[in-house]
T-cell receptor
Framework: KAGVTQTPRYLIKTRGQQVTLSCSPI?????VSWYQQTPGQGLQFLFE???????NKGNFPGRFSGRQFSNSRSEMNVSTLELGDSALYLCASSPPTGGNTEAFFGQGTRLTVV | QQQVKQSPQSLIVQKGGISIINCAYE??????FPWYQQFPGKGPALLIA?????SEKKEGRFTISFNKSAKQFSLHIMDSQPGDSATYFCAARTGGYQKVTFGTGTKLQVIP
């Protein structure tokens, strides 16, 4: 069974540009969540999507947005990039059952803003 | 701010020794406490998890101890091996949602 796939793996962007990251969850999973990982702030929750609806949102500015498609694939967009947005962006998917279900993480997209 | 505090930041353990990582939380609404293991270049992977109605859970060489009254939990790695060298994150979650609050991480190095 294929794992969570994130594309691209590496990305270099210039300050002020925008970027879109993609996440394909494990087949059958309907929940997709996004995290930002940096050395200084650690792993921080960005948002979660379930059945194309944003179910939870972290404390990030409006420049960070996402969406989920009917096939559960998700995209994350960051507009007007800042140097501080350089990070590893991780996507995780979870099976449709509720309760204490495991989140399976992808390998992440390493974004560098120059 | 919902926080999970984790210590130590780094840990060096001799092969065969016991690695202990501690975490504390504030939000009593948390009801699921997973531990994740992350190797360089990889995403975090679930290692073991516990619910607050259980005081201890053991899976192989990994044990979680949970103290609900103190709002603390810890990971014990018995017979630590060089292959266990990784960064470990404790975490906490509320309900069935996937909004996970992570600790700051512990970089474990197991030396031969």
């Amino acid at each position: 069974k294929a794992g969570v796939t994130q594309t691209p793996r590496y990305l270099i962007k210039t300050r002020g540009q925008q970027v879109t990251l993609s996440c394909s969850p494990i087949s059958g999973h309907r929940s997709v969540s996004w995290y930002q990982q940096t050395p200084g702030q650690g792993l921080q929750f960005l948002f979660e999507y379930f059945s194309e609806t944003q179910r939870n949102k972290g404390n990030f500015p409006g420049r960070f947005s996402g969406r989920q498609f009917s096939n559960s694939r998700s995209e994350m967009n960051v507009s007007t990039l800042e140097l501080g947005d350089s990070a590893l962006y991780l996507c995780a998917s979870s099976p449709p059952t509720g309760g204490n279900t495991e989140a399976f993480f992808g390998q992440g997209t390493r974004l560098t803003v120059v | 701010q919902q926080q999970v505090k984790q210590s130590p930041q780094s840990l060096i353990v001799q092969k065969g020794g016991i690695s202990i990582i501690n975490c504390a939380y504030e939000n009593t609404a948390f009801d699921y406490f997973p531990w994740y293991q992350q190797f360089p270049g990889k995403g975090p992977a679930l290692l073991i998890a516990i619910r607050p109605d259980v005081s201890e859970k053991k899976e192989g060489r990994f044990t979680i101890s949970f103290n609900k009254s103190a709002k603390q939990f810890s990971l014990h790695i018995m017979d630590s091996q060089p292959g266990d060298s990784a960064t470990y994150f404790c975490a906490a979650r509320t309900g069935g949602y996937q909004k996970v609050t992570f600790g700051t991480g512990t970089k474990l190095q197991v030396i031969p």
